[in-house]
């Protein structure tokens, strides 16, 4: 339960950072390279995320599951 939390965290993150990104692109008008560091944080976090999925499926800590169950 606490890498799917850990997951989700980086989720948002990852959202907020984008958010940011695009707020600092619209009021700095290119003035400052706020928007660039905020984007390049959301590579790192999305990279370290993918990462740490593959790390998590291999160590058996998360199991893949398809949308719909299989039939009985």
Excluded: C, E, Y
């Amino acid at each position: 339960m606490l890498i799917k939390t850990i997951i989700l965290i980086m989720l948002l993150l990852v959202l907020l950072s984008l958010g940011a990104g695009m707020f600092t692109l619209i009021k700095d008008q290119n003035k400052t390279d706020r928007t660039v560091k905020f984007l390049t944080f959301r590579i790192v976090i999305s990279v370290s995320l993918f990462v740490l999925l593959i790390v998590s499926f291999f160590m058996g800590w998360i199991q893949p599951h398809g949308l719909m169950p299989p039939a009985q």
